[in-house]
C-alpha cells in the first residue's frame, strides 16, 4: 500500500534482434534465452509480448556482412533488410509501438556508428545520413526514431527531416547518456556489429562522467528529443536520476545486454535467484527515475507482475 515506486508492464519496451538471411531463430549464445529472431519468430514474440501487455518494441537489424560497406548504403536502402520488417510488424500488429534505431554500426563494413575516414569518425556526414534513415523508417510505419549514434547535433537534423517530410508526429528517443560500456558485449555478438578497428570511445560517454550527461541532455532537449536515454542502467543510476531532475520530458533506461548476462549466468550457477534479480534490478531503475525501461527481461517481467499483481 505504501511502496514509493511501481513498474507497470507498458512502462517496459523489449528489444528484439532480427537476422537477415536466416531460416531459422538462433539462441544467443553470451545471452541465454534470448534471440536472433527470424521475420517469423519475431512476430510471434511480438505477438506473446502483446498478450501480456508488453506494446513497445526496439529493433535491432543483424545485417547480412554481404550488405556492408564502407558507405553503410544498406542504411537508406528502401527496399532493404530493415524497412521490409518494420512494413511488416506494422501491417500485423499496428496497435504496437515500433522503435527503431538509428546507427549506421549494423550496416557498416567498419562496425562503427558513424562513417570513418582516415581512422576517425566524421560526425556532420553521418548526422545527414541519419536523418535519412529517419524518414525511411518514418515512411514505413515506426512511431518512434532512436538515434543511438551520439553524433552531435543529430537529434536537431533528424527532428527538421521528419517535420520537413510532414512527420510530425514521428518522435525521437535519443540515446542521450550512451557511456562507452563493457556492458555492450552480448548485444555486438548478437549483431556482429563490434568495430573492425579502434573503439568508440571518442564519442560514446566517458563513464568517468556525469555532469557531460546534464551537458547532453539540455542539448538533446533543445533540440526537439522527445525521450532521454541512459545506457547502459545499473552501474548509472546516479545519471539517471540527475538527468530526471532537469528533463520534461520522459527518460528511459537500458537494461544492457551485460547485465542481463550478469544475472542469467550468476542464476545458472547457483549464486542468486534469477527472478528476485530481475525484479529488484528494474525496480532499483525504476526508482532512479526512469519513466520506461528497455529491458530483455520484458516477457519474463511482465509475467511475473501478471503473476504478483
Known amino acids: 500500500m505504501v511502496a514509493e515506486t511501481h513498474v507497470t508492464t507498458p512502462q517496459l519496451i523489449l528489444p528484439l534482434f532480427v537476422a537477415e538471411k536466416t531460416t531459422n531463430k538462433v539462441e ?3 545471452m541465454p534465452g534470448i534471440y536472433r529472431h527470424t521475420i517469423k519468430s519475431a512476430l510471434l514474440e511480438i505477438e506473446k509480448a502483446m498478450q501480456l501487455g508488453v506494446g513497445a ?6 545485417i547480412h556482412e ?5 558507405h553503410a548504403s ?12 518494420i512494413i511488416e510488424i506494422k501491417k500485423q500488429f499496428p496497435a504496437c509501438v515500433l522503435i527503431s534505431d538509428l546507427a549506421l554500426d549494423p550496416f557498416s563494413a567498419d562496425g562503427h556508428d558513424g562513417f570513418v575516414q582516415n581512422g576517425k569518425i566524421i560526425n556532420d556526414e553521418t548526422v545527414l545520413r541519419l536523418g535519412e534513415m529517419a524518414v525511411l523508417h518514418a515512411q514505413c510505419g515506426v512511431d518512434i526514431v532512436a538515434p543511438s549514434d551520439m553524433m552531435d547535433g543529430r537529434v536537431g537534423h533528424i527532428r527538421k527531416s521528419l517535420d520537413e517530410k510532414g ?12 557511456y562507452a560500456s563493457s556492458f555492450y558485449g552480448p548485444f555486438r555478438d548478437a549483431l556482429d556489429s563490434a568495430p573492425k ?7 560514446q560517454m566517458d563513464f568517468r562522467n556525469s555532469k557531460e550527461a546534464i551537458r547532453e541532455t539540455l542539448l538533446d532537449l533543445s533540440e526537439g528529443a522527445d525521450f532521454v536515454m541512459v545506457k547502459p542502467a545499473l552501474s548509472y543510476l546516479d545519471v539517471i536520476q540527475s538527468i530526471k531532475k532537469v528533463s520534461h520530458v520522459p527518460v528511459a533506461a537500458y537494461n544492457v545486454s551485460g547485465e542481463y548476462a550478469m544475472i542469467k549466468a550468476a542464476a545458472a550457477a547457483g549464486m542468486l535467484d534469477e527472478t528476485s534479480a530481475m525484479v529488484e534490478t528494474l525496480y532499483s531503475i525504476k526508482r532512479a527515475g526512469a519513466d520506461v525501461i528497455l529491458t530483455y527481461f520484458a516477457i519474463e517481467m511482465a509475467q511475473w507482475l501478471k503473476e504478483n499483481k
Not at 554481404?66 to 564502407?70: I, R
Not at 544498406?74 to 520488417?85: A, D, Y
Not at 578497428?197 to 564519442?203: F, I, N, R, V
Open 167 to 178: 512527420f510530425i508526429e514521428t518522435s525521437i528517443m535519443a540515446y542521450t547518456a550512451k
Open 57 to 62: 518494441f526496439a529493433l535491432f537489424p543483424a
Open 74 to 85: 544498406e542504411s537508406i536502402n528502401e527496399k532493404g533488410f530493415l524497412p521490409q520488417l
Open 28 to 30: 544467443i549464445k553470451t
Open 66 to 70: 554481404a550488405n556492408k560497406d564502407k
Open 197 to 203: 578497428a579502434g573503439d568508440k570511445k571518442t564519442y
